[in-house]
């Protein structure tokens, strides 16, 4: 199988196709991407894609154009998993006690100081988010596109040290960086 993790930063998966725009000491991509650029794959080529914290990373103006590549790139029926951060979410877990204000800042902003005190070590070139991510915004654009997502926030178990998570329904291990209840998870398939 023919597995891309697209954006994989600090989280490289074993038996996939690690793709990113930066490498460091502790980020090993197998293949450094341009940002703005199609990725170097031909059409049709993956048969599962994984957007593990990506989206926020991009201008929102170039969200379009990057997705569409990744369908480009996906075999038609290949499932595409996107995680990311649910600002909204946060913000409502704060507000009920739930989540410290950092986790709001870290979601909105991740900027240069992370909010984060034991994640200064995931601060690099391009780390900072380009827009606020929640889950409606990202399945109305995907709706848009012509994609039929469908939610996933809640099949995915929270308990942040996990590595992988298995989807019964795709029959695929994905490489879900843990799972928090203030990430949002949307899935759909390529056409």
Request: hydrophobic content about 40%.
């Amino acid at each position: 199988m023919n597995l891309l993790n697209a954006g994989c930063g600090t989280h490289y998966a074993e038996g996939w196709v690690n793709t990113d725009s930066w490498e460091d000491p502790n980020t090993r991509p197998d293949v450094k991407v341009v940002p703005g650029e199609p990725y170097p794959f031909p059409d049709n080529h993956f048969d599962a894609v994984y957007l593990g914290h990506v989206l926020e990373h991009i201008p929102w103006p170039d969200v379009p154009a990057f997705l569409m590549d990744m369908n480009r790139m996906a075999k038609p029926g290949a499932p595409i998993l996107i995680v990311g951060p649910d600002v909204l979410r946060t913000i409502k877990l704060w507000a009920a006690g739930l989540e410290p204000w950092h986790m709001v800042l870290s979601t909105i902003e991740h900027q240069e100081a992370n909010y984060q005190p034991d994640r200064e070590d995931e601060v690099w070139e391009g780390a900072a988010h380009h827009w606020n991510c929640h889950e409606e915004r990202v399945v109305e654009l995907l709706k848009r596109l012509g994609f039929v997502p469908i939610s996933y926030s809640q099949r995915i178990p929270d308990n942040p040290s996990h590595k992988t998570w298995y989807d019964p329904d795709t029959n695929m291990t994905w490489p879900v960086v843990g799972k928090n209840h203030w990430q949002c998870a949307v899935q759909v398939r390529a056409f």
